[in-house]
């Protein structure tokens, strides 16, 4: 199974980092990178000595007096912005790592999968470099949390993977807590990247190789970052003031974030910690009718962030009573009748999909081994021991249903014949061209 680790920069107190730890332990990371950005909270690397999978390091003025000779930095020394210091952790890791995939991401994001997360990394072509987490922000319904436990408790979040509804959103949020159709955290989520392959320069949401032939950005839809934009009010009204204050630098903050950072400005110079208090219950919380319409709208969805890796689970291409499965004995793809148990010749045909970029890959496990799937020139897929896969063109019809037409780079759709048969051929997409994703 693939080897994965996340590296994170924090200055955070010792509960939420042992939330964080807890997490990322269960979810199944070989070790953790953590950076403390205080000096001052040094005590916390004595907490987790005794478990070699923590890797705490303390920024202190030492550490940032080395100079690691980094080429894809322009900075030495202790940078004032957040995101330089977080960039340079990240590549200061990468010179420990023993890991295939590393994620950076802060104290407030935890990933989440239905699946293992190695058992997905392992399914990964050598021609992708990285995978893009997008962000699903935690509302609270009614009540804003005390307490860490309570944040954690939440199972509804806020994204935009379906659909993007700003005028639903603006019915919600009062004028001036602007918000990015519904989030006010980034959008562009993180990334699983490539420890193995050089890095042309870190980006923190997205990773460049050195070698552009290479996909990045592969969006995998089982990663969600779950994303606790505000967690507790005190942990919010401490957040807004020092960025008010400029106590904690912020160099790429966007520009809505900007100007709803003016319009907390503004309630706090009139009401005080009151005034972000209640800021935070416009912003984080939701009344029980407009959490109905946000879930009705597929702008909101339940997830429960502790079942996290729990399922065992295939994305597979289906008709309404078959599967696409991959036949040993006539070595080619057919459609054969949907079950949980395959005779042991068949295999079930698995997709990975990226809507975004709007290409597949197709690929089968055997013996915990993973084979892609390509054409041969007779347009039937085959399967050959190559670690990189042929990507094909991915129509969507119906993002609700998840209805897609597939196609090879010649225009050509695969089609569906009545004798079970899966290949090359039609021209247009028609009733046999389309095919459903499902989660089985």
Known sequence: MSNWSVVVTVKADPELIDVFIQHYLKLGASEMFIYLDDPADRYIQDLYSDNSQIDIQVCDEAFWNIDYKFKNLDFVGRPDGVEDRQSHNVIHALTKTKVKWLACVDIDEFIYSERKISRILDSIPDNIF???????????????????????????????????????????????????????????????????????????????????????????????????????????????????????????????????????????????????????????????????????????????????????????ITTHHTALVYNDLTEQCELATLSEELEPHLSFVQVAYDFDQKVCYLFVEKFNNVIYLYTDKRGRLVAYPFKKAMFFKLELHDIINYQISIAYENGQYFTATPKGEFK?????????????????
């Open 130 to 316: 990285s995978l893009r987490i997008k962000p699903f922000e935690a509302i609270y319904l009614n009540h804003a949390p005390l307490t860490y436990q309570d944040v954690f408790a939440t199972p509804y979040f806020k994204h935009h993977t379906k659909r993007s509804d700003v005028f639903f959103w603006n019915e919600v949020y009062p004028e001036g807590l602007i918000h990015k159709a519904g989030l006010f955290g980034h959008v562009s989520g993180k990334c699983f990247f490539r420890a193995d392959e050089p890095l042309k320069w870190p980006g923190l949401h997205n990773f460049n190789p050195i070698d552009i032939t290479l996909k990045t950005n592969y969006i995998v839809e089982d990663f969600k970052l779950l994303h606790f934009e505000a967690l507790t009010v005190h942990f919010f009204i401490q957040k807004t003031l020092n960025r008010i204050n400029k106590n904690f630098n912020v160099k790429y903050l966007d520009g809505p974030s900007v100007r709803r950072l003016e319009n907390l400005k503004d309630r706090y110079n009139k009401d005080g910690e009151k005034g972000l208090s209640d800021a935070y219950k416009l912003m984080h919380v939701i009344d029980s009718e407009n959490l109905k319409k946000g879930c009705d709208l597929y702008l909101i969805d339940r997830i429960d962030m502790h079942t996290a890796g729990n399922f065992d689970k295939r994305i597979l």
């Open 424 to 440: 090359l051929g039609a021209k247009e997409v028609k009733a046999w061209e389309i095919f459903n994703i499902r989660l089985i």
